[in-house]
């Protein structure tokens, strides 16, 4: 038998219930007894078999997860594939039994959870009986109401179809009744639409005129309304005509409300392109008219011929008739309109950027929805932006070239100074306008400025240093009276930069010395140099439409406190009714408060004066004349940016010139001195000067012959003469230090002058190219800075005359240097030059009455007479021809006597070039071996002293002396 037979048998018989139990049937499949040939794992389930039962807990973990698993599971296959290969039937039998009490287990299970769930299940039944029994009752309901509406139906069918009839009708005749009346309204429309334009509301006018069209449409049918649809037509294309008058009004004047209305007109007809190309149109045609009519107008009033008629002229030519005097104010006038017009459109381009800006902000947050409609907004929008932008230059160069063709047609030679600034300045006004109207450089109008002003400023520079020099020769050499912190910003002539940083710089450092200054204030200026000509112009008022902003300012300068004008150079503390006598003198001691013309020794500690006057800057009416001229050079440099280097060479001609004719009236009256005393760098400013600046009688002779044309002859023509001293002014005086108090008010206000000109470094170094800069810092630094080394040249001649150095020179050569007692007593003519140096500090003194002494010029001024006097006093002692060791001791006891008094006469300290005599005395001591090394180092001794330094000596041989002699022979010729 097949043992799949034999096991289907086996699982047969154990499904027939209990009674098989208690019959065993003899497993076909049991081994013979005895057989021990059971594999292991048959020996295990033996072993469990008769191992004691488990429970049912137990139980539960020992089944295969596969059980658990999907329906398709077949659990006969599974068995089977689990059997060994060799069957073993106890085996088998042991699984089996496993597997029931598995089933068992599981059932038992199964029973207890079902019969915990029943309670619930029951109670779900019930609800789905109830929720059946609902629905029945729905039903029952649903046919009763159908069965009720039939009935109704067939009932009211009758009645309401009348009721509807009637409606019908009466719907008719309300739509009849409703046309006659728009009818009637639509012949009354042309009443209203008048009224509208004339309170020129254009989109009210416009949007009755559209609804009245599409009435017309509506009701088209109708006889009496066929006149009306071409009446209205007529009276769109009115509209539009009232629409672009009051679009050219724009350009004259710009109002927002009224400008809204009509950009609401054109949008309602449709036509914002079209009217941003008329407008444009409008603009061109406002300047052409407005230049047009301008210059005409002045043209008819100035004419000469009457009757003659100047309509058909072009403007070029129209240009050519306005006369010298109304050309300005023809400029002013023009300059205004131009404005004007240029405003309005700056307006305009305003007006648009606020609108498309708020509405590409409502477009952002979804107020608008983006289909065609706001597509062809956004085209619209675009277009528009477009055409402003490039509206834009196109006006501007439409003004340039108008303003441009006027002052081409005109010769501005014959103007005077200030009418052609004031041209100028109106003329760059109109630039800076321009410049910021739409960026533009305005090469157009900068050439027509550089064309004009470019002969006439050459003129005008000619006539200035014609005019100087006629100055020059007529100065008294006086101080004039201005106030201490007097400064060039306060000249008129400076005006314009009363905005600019310098004056600032100036004014806060000036005001920050003064009582009631207020750190805290700020000019109106800087705010308009923060915003511009159209905000500061935004609602009203017009650049043009002034001189000159910094007159008005001048005069409230110039202003007391009470409104009474006073002029700008008036000393604001002449008024001294109120100060202490001695504070009146002009001088006072700080310790006893004496007079210096009682005591003489306190005279060098009173040069320097307390009193409010002490610190006026010295300067003469010259000086402040060339001050002028500088603020007009400067004037031109800032109105007309193309020539303003070639203005400032000028500007550098005027200081050149003041300073050459300072060094030729001061520092040339006894020869060489002052060309001598002069530093190597001033020799060479004064040389470039007298080259390129004064013209002689040679050139003059020479250009008059050869008439040359070109640069050369240009150049030549730019050459002034040479200034002369003017008569009444006296250099030979003794008691007045020839000429002291004149050389000192000179040369001081040049070198105020060179102040002033440093103020004004930064403010030129802006205003001329970038390239050209290198050629100021030059001029700065090789010419401006060259005005204080002048002082030494000029003061050194005072110092050379003041005191008789010859007759020094001649006391001591009659000195006996040859003694042979030490002297206890100074030689006499040391006490002779101490009364010379105690006249010259009272002459000095008695100067500084006149002039305030700066302590420059004091410390100068004594500085080259102690030098001379040092000189001198070597000079003599080389004159010895013999000299023993007491003799050498007299000429230090007299030097070291000469020093003593005079630190009482003067407080210049330290006294210059003391080691100079004190070397050459104790030379004298000096042994054989260092004293050619000290020849050697001492070159600043002439040939003659070092000569009769060695002569003297008596502690070396003749052969030493010889070779000393040489050294010094060499020395000499290096020198030269």
Known sequence: MDIKEKLRLKFKLNRQGPSSSTTPIEDPLQSPPGDSALSPSCQDNQRKTSEPTMSDEDVLPTIESVYYGDDSFDAKEHILKKLPGTLNLDEIIADRKLLGRQLRVVSGRVSVLILEKEAAYMKELETVHRLQNSLQEALTICYE??????????????????????????????????????????????????????????????????????????????????????????????????????????????????????????????????????????????????????????????????????????????????????????????????????????????????????????????????????????????????????????????????????????????????????VLDLVNRLIEVGEEFCGSKSDGLQESLRRQSVNYFRNYHRTSMEELRTFLENERWELWPVKPNFAVFQLVEFGFLRHSKEFRKWSIGSQARSPGHKSGEESGAEVFLQSGFFRKYYDGGNPFGFRNDDEDNDVSHNLTEDGERHEPYEDSDSNDSDVPEELKRDYVDERTGDDPSTRHSKTTRNLFPKSPRGNVPILTNTTLGVLKLFGKYMQMMNVLKPIAFDVLICMSQLFEYYMFAIFSFFATDLGDVGDAIASDKLRATLRRINDKLICHEADETRTNENAPDGADNAQQKDKVPKPNLSSVVNLSDRDGLFGLAER??????????????????????????????????????????????????????????????????????????????????????????????????????????????????????????????????????????????????????????????????????????????????????????????????????????MTSLVGCMTHINKKARQKLFSVIEEIDKSKK
């Not at 970038?770 to 002048?790: D, G, I, N, W």
């Open 145 to 422: 109401a159908r069965r009720g509406l039939s009935y109704a139906q067939q009932q009211f069918t009758v009645a309401s179809l009348g009721i509807l009839s009637n409606y019908y009708k009466r719907q008719q005749l309300l739509g009849i009744l409703q046309s006659l009346r728009m009818i009637k309204t639509l012949q009354q429309t042309d009443v209203r639409l008048r009224e509208l334009l004339e309170e020129e509301d254009y989109p009210g006018a416009i949007n009755l005129c559209l609804a009245c069209q599409k009435a017309v449409l509506t009701f088209r049918k109708y006889r009496c309304i066929s006149e009306l649809s071409t009446k209205l037509q007529d009276t769109i294309e009115t509209i539009e005509e009232s629409l672009d008058v009051a679009l050219s009004r724009v350009c004259s004047h710009f109002d927002t409300s009224h400008y809204e209305k009509v950009q609401l007109g054109y949008h309602l007809l449709g036509k914002t392109q079209i009217a941003m190309d008329q407008l444009h149109m409008h603009f061109t045609t406002a300047i052409h008219n407005t230049a047009f009519t301008i210059v005409l107008g002045y043209v008819e009033l100035c004419s000469v011929k009457a009757g003659t008629s100047f309509h058909k002229r072009q403007y070029q030519d129209l240009c050519k008739f306005v006369t010298t005097d109304s050309f300005t104010a023809c400029l002013v006038d023009l300059c205004k309109a131009m404005w004007q017009i240029m405003h309005s459109y700056y307006r305009v381009v305003e007006w648009h950027e606020i609108r498309d800006d708020k509405e590409e902000k409502d477009e952002s947050i979804g107020k608008k929805d983006e289909d065609g409609l706001g597509l062809e907004a956004n085209f619209n929008r675009r277009y528009v932006r477009q055409k402003l932008e490039h509206g834009l230059i196109r006006i501007w160069q439409d003004v340039q070239q108008k303003i441009k063709a006027y002052l081409l047609a005109s010769d501005l030679s014959d103007f005077k100074y200030e009418e052609f600034i004031h």
């Open 744 to 945: 000192m008010v000179a040369a001081e206000s040049l070198v105020f002058l060179a102040e002033q000109f440093k103020l004004l470094h930064s403010r030129l170094d802006a205003l001329i190219p970038a390239p050209k800069r290198t050629s100021l810092h030059q001029f700065y630094s090789c010419t401006v800075v060259m005005a204080a080394e002048l002082r030494q040249p000029v003061y050194a001649v005072v110092a050379a005359r003041a005191i008789d150095y010859e007759q020094t020179l001649s006391l001591m050569a009659n000195v006996k240097w040859d003694v042979g007692d030490i002297m206890s007593q100074h030689s006499p003519y040391v006490d002779i030059l101490l009364r010379e140096m105690q006249v010259f500090s009272m002459r000095l003194s008695e100067v500084s009455k006149r002039v305030p002494v700066p302590r420059e010029a004091y410390g100068i001024l004594w500085s080259h007479c102690i030098r001379l006097t040092n000189k001198t006093f070597v000079e003599g002692f080389a004159g010895a021809r013999k000299c023993s060791n007491e003799g050498r001791a007299l000429m230090q006891l007299d030097f070291q006597q000469f020093l003593l008094k005079l630190e009482k006469i003067t407080d210049l300290r330290p006294i210059p070039d003391k080691d100079y005599v004190e070397s050459y005395i104790k030379a004298f001591y000096l042994p054989e071996n260092i004293l050619e090394e000290w020849i050697v180092g001492h070159k600043d001794y002439s040939l003659k002293q």
